[in-house]
Nanobody, 115 residues
Framework: QLQLVESGGGLVQAGGSLRLTCAAS????????MAWYRQAAGKQRELVAL???????TNTDSMKGRFTITRGNVKNTVLLYMNNLKPEDTAVYYC?????????WGKGTLVTVSS
């Protein structure tokens, strides 16, 4: 079992910035990939960005240029830098990881952007 713990969510004004952090309980064997998803109220969960253990990054076009995913200095951690936040970015942000062929999810962290 792999546990994912997210942190960094909160309330921010439009135009502001936040940094989300996700740490996996496995700190030796690299996970295949780590990613951030988000789910707004009444909407489907959508991919924000993904980074593989090799450092390859996939970004969602609508957030490219404002959101940046990076691997943390500690193995199996991932950061999401969110800039120029908009009210429509309000959502629960979930950390996701693929490890030993299985997919894992964190409990999510709420990001609220006020206008």
């Amino acid at each position: 079992q792999l546990q994912l713990v997210e942190s960094g969510g909160g309330l921010v004004q439009a135009g502001g910035s936040l940094r989300l952090t996700c740490a996996a309980s496995e700190r030796v064997v690299p996970v295949t990939h780590m990613a951030w998803y988000r789910q707004a109220a009444g909407k489907q969960r959508e991919l924000v960005a993904l980074v593989t253990s090799d450092g390859d990054i996939t970004n969602t076009d609508s957030m490219k240029g404002r959101f940046t995913i990076t691997r943390g200095n500690v193995k199996n951690t991932v950061l999401l830098y969110m800039n120029n936040l908009k009210p429509e970015d309000t959502a629960v942000y979930y950390c996701n990881a693929l490890y030993n062929g299985m997919e894992y999810w964190g409990k999510g962290t709420l990001v609220t952007v006020s206008s």
